[in-house]
Nanobody, 124 residues
């Protein structure tokens, strides 16, 4: 069992930055591939970014790849999402998720553990 807790969300103006963190419980964090997803109002949850267990493989959705960066620190059981040049369309609840042997999958169904999410609001 892995419990995930996101933090770092908030209200920011367009063009600003936020860094989201997701901290996992347990001693097996380094064996999980991690993903970030988001759900905007009235829309389905969509893939944002993923990183494999060792951190040497990452993938970003086209909508964010020039602005967001994913990283992880296995010693701290934490995965990060650095978000720069934020746009109003980035407004959403952001969720982190963990899966085993899924690499940098973009599919929600590949991830078995989910956090409760953190709200990001970007004002214009």
């Amino acid at each position: 069992q892995v419990q995930l807790v996101e933090s770092g969300g908030g209200l920011v103006q367009a063009g600003g930055s936020l860094r989201l963190s997701c901290t996992a419980s347990g001693r097996t964090f380094s064996s999980y591939d991690m993903g970030w997803f988001r759900r905007a109002p009235g829309k389905e949850r969509e893939f944002v970014s993923a990183i494999n267990w060792s951190g040497d493989s990452t993938y970003l959705a086209d909508s964010v790849k020039d602005r967001f960066t994913i990283s992880r620190d296995n010693a701290k059981n934490t995965v990060y999402l650095q978000m720069d040049s934020l746009k109003p369309e980035d407004t959403a609840v952001y969720y982190c998720a963990a899966g085993r042997r899924v690499g940098v999958s973009t599919r929600r169904s590949d991830y078995v553990y989910w956090g409760l999410g953190t709200q990001v609001t970007v004002s214009s």
